[in-house]
């Protein structure tokens, strides 16, 4: 990596004044670009906050009395020359009304404010504190989550503070263009923790049928984990190309003939992958576990290496810091005496072309990013997410994929539906000379390409990244890999289950007990995708700023070490004792776990040490006798959640009911309280609704056209057209097999 392009934000002044791990992520994100961030703590705070954390890498930490005069004095001068002020104040609290007084009274033009929430300020949730594990439960998303035990489940993997501060990052680069290159100022941000999570739940729920995926093992005999002799390992073949070279590796090689598991014929994410009938799933994932138990994971690693089978050992966090590819990566990397977390997002200059700049000067817009064009070429979750997001953005994005589609098209009523709304599609066949040379001609029109194929697969169709600086000397160019470009693993077939594993997210969210499959989430995948938009979004800036090309890399790897990040900050510095969940996975402690009550569940927080006096609180409250948890559990069964919510009204105690999405009465995608947020760009000018929600079903923006995802080659005419052919040459290409169309 170039560590002098990471510093293309060098004159940009960040002030961070929020208190929440999504600002201090975003922030983070923006000094990794080169920004001068000023962190400010409240030196009377009580949280164990280290200016060692990764979060707080190269900032200015300043201590001061947040109640003290001198505070607003030093924030009112500073403001003169910030570029962007970050807060996560409460809406309406008096700290809120101080800073934006500030904000009001402040003459500074380039002044930028992101402002992050728990809930969007105009939802019924605006004055919601900031607390990861609430959201998690009034949006539902523990009632879906794999795990142990009955009931929801409680997420050890901060996803909601890693999406926002993702977001977050994302939205004031984008404000940072569009005031470059446009009169119309953005001047206001508003992200929040709610936002974070739907940068993960892009599915609409579907009932009882996630219960299917609900499995801590996995969501199919060969998407799953397996108990070895001595620890765990995980395979993952999503269509049925692996699914035969897994099986013959296993040693059960009939079951390819056998009809009633229907895995032969190719066929992509179909057949043996799914196996829809329950029963007859659970047999042959029982006969497999059999046999994987014969052996260790280093002679199963073997085995599967040899095959080709997507497999990973299932690291703790102690392997995890010592995998080869992750330090490889430098992702972990060694500081004197000390380990360090590195970079998530890396970085290389491209060409720099003088007097060739592209005019991107407009007066007005609807989304932030209109006016760039994208080439995407990806598959499955990471890459298409990355494209979802700048599309959303207003980028135009034109999904290039191969005859019969992408390896995820099988799935269009479910995520591909969702991860492809708001793009264009051709659909080009690059193994042929002129149906490569079409690709190249379209990728001369283009500001960015986006991919996420295996290391070396652009360069074997014509378009690696020598190439597309040949081809196009300033695009911005993506990449993402499962493990990276290179390295001792990159060679190896990847996929987010393989991410969980190595960067040890499976192991801590099992806790003391086996492993748990986070198949719900795909977090390495979306986690992977968000920083993949990020870094395009900054090679953008970079890009119209100085008019040169520029090359993002990130990979799943990234995406789990993020993630499990704070995990690893304290197991380093040994702040405390990686804490685990319960037996049944309801929660980490006494009081910030869910509990059942006598008409569902509801998730309750507390952050204290002070047990005696919560004990004794909820002793008056409830005259019964409460000394344990198990005294929780017993009460709470003979009351109902709104008398609970009631007795506890009074109190500094946080309550809020579970939402269960699987059920009837409860529609997730209309739910108001999780959709009813985003903002119309055209009555608020000067705010980007950066949630992501907008693309999914039952959801849109007023007078913002979001379409449906599009059918294979649907576009095919309309960019042949703008390269000069004629639609007799379309006709004539499909024909020979150069395009292919469903419409």
């Known amino acids: 990596m170039n560590n002098s392009v990471t510093k293309f934000l060098n004159e940009i002044k960040v002030l961070d004044l929020s208190g929440h791990y999504s600002g201090d992520l975003t922030s983070m994100f923006l000094s990794d670009f080169g920004a001068l961030v000023f962190k400010y703590i409240n030196k009377f705070d009580n949280t164990n906050y280290s200016e060692n954390d990764f979060w707080n890498r190269n900032k200015n930490i300043i201590h001061i009395d947040f109640d003290n005069e001198l505070f607003y004095k030093r924030i009112k001068s500073d403001l003169k020359d910030a570029n962007i002020l970050i807060h996560d104040y409460q809406y309406g609290s008096d700290e809120y009304k101080n800073i934006h007084s500030l904000i009001e009274n402040n003459r500074n033009e380039n002044l930028i404010v992101c402002h992050i929430s728990a809930f969007p300020i105009n939802s019924e949730l605006k004055n919601e504190l900031m607390i990861d594990d609430l959201v998690l439960a009034r949006a539902g998303e523990m009632m879906v989550l794999p ?70 093992t996995g969501g199919a005999p060969f998407y799953s984990n397996y108990k070895c002799s001595d620890g765990y390992l995980q395979i993952a073949c999503i269509h049925s190309g692996f699914v035969e070279k897994a099986a013959i590796a296993i040693g059960i090689p009939e079951i390819l003939i056998d009809p009633k598991y229907d895995i032969g014929g190719g066929k992509p994410a179909t057949g043996g992958f799914r196996i829809e009938d329950p029963i007859l799933r659970k047999k042959l994932y029982d006969d497999i576990a059999k046999i994987m138990i014969t052996k260790t994971c280093a002679e199963w690693s073997e085995i599967f290496e040899e095959s080709d089978v997507p497999y990973a050992k299932i690291n703790n966090i102690n392997e995890a810091l010592q995998d080869e590819q992750i330090i490889h990566n430098k992702l972990v990397y060694r500081n004197g005496e000390n380990t360090n977390i590195g970079q998530f997002i890396n970085f290389d200059s491209g060409v720099n072309i003088k007097n060739n700049s592209k005019n991107y000067e407009r007066n007005d817009f609807q989304l932030p990013l209109e006016g760039f064009k994208a080439l995407e070429v990806t598959n499955v979750i990471a890459g298409p997410v990355a494209g979802r997001i700048l599309a959303n953005l207003g980028v ?13 098209r099988p799935f269009e009523v479910g995520y591909f539906q969702n991860l492809n709304r708001n793009k264009n599609a051709v659909c080009i066949n690059t193994k042929i000379e002129k149906g490569k040379s079409i690709a190249q001609e379209l990728i001369k029109t283009v500001d960015i390409y986006v ?64 492993p748990v499959f986070l198949g719900m989430l795909a977090p390495t995948d979306f986690t992977a995708g968000g920083m993949a938009a990020l870094g395009t979004v900054a090679g953008l800036y970079n890009k119209v700023i100085n008019n040169t090309g520029f090359i993002i890399n990130t990979n799943l790897l990234a995406g789990g070490i993020l993630l499990n990040g704070a995990k690893i900050n304290n197991y380093l510095n040994n702040k405390d004792n990686v804490k685990f969940i319960n037996k049944d996975q309801n929660g980490i402690t006494n009081f910030n776990r869910a509990y059942r009550a006598s008409d569902g569940w509801f998730y309750i927080y507390k952050n204290t040490d002070d047990l005696k006096e919560l004990y004794t609180i909820f002793s008056m409250l409830f005259n019964e006798k409460i000394q344990s948890a198990l005294d929780l559990e017993v009460c709470f069964e003979d009351h109902n959640i709104e008398s609970i919510i009631e007795k506890l009204k009074d109190s500094d105690i946080h309550i809020c009911k579970v939402n269960d999405p699987t059920i009837d009465e409860y529609d997730f995608l209309l739910n108001p309280v999780t959709w009813d947020h985003v903002t119309d760009s055209n009555d608020h000018p000067s705010l980007i609704s950066l949630e992501m929600a907008y693309n999914m079903h039952g959801f849109g923006l007023d007078n913002v056209d979001i379409p449906n995802y599009p059918k294979l080659g649907e576009h095919n005419l309309y960019y042949l057209s703008q390269l000069g052919y004629s639609k007799e040459d379309l006709y004539k290409f499909e024909s020979e097999g150069i395009l292919n169309s469903e419409v």
């Open 451 to 514: 991919e996420n194929m295996r290391p070396g697969a652009s360069e074997r169709v014509g378009y690696g990244k020598a190439a597309l600086e040949k081809l196009n000397p300033t695009i911005v160019q993506t990449h993402i890999a499962a493990y990276g470009n290179d390295g001792p693993y990159a060679h190896r077939p990847g996929l987010d289950p393989i991410a969980q594993s190595i960067t040890g997210l499976q192991s801590i969210q099992g806790g003391n007990e086996a």
């Open 396 to 408: 135009e994005v034109i999904k290039m994929e191969p005859p019969g589609g992408e390896i995820s």
């Open 147 to 216: 795990g142990h035990g009955e009931g929801p489940k409680y997420l050890m993997h901060p996803v909601t503070s890693v999406g926002c501060g993702i977001n977050s990052a994302t939205a004031i680069i984008t404000a940072l263009i569009s005031n470059h290159i446009s009169s119309k100022k953005i001047k206001s941000i508003n992200t929040t923790l709610m936002g974070g999570l739907l940068l993960y739940a892009s599915n609409p729920y579907q009932g009882d049928k996630w219960r299917d995926f609900a499995s801590p």
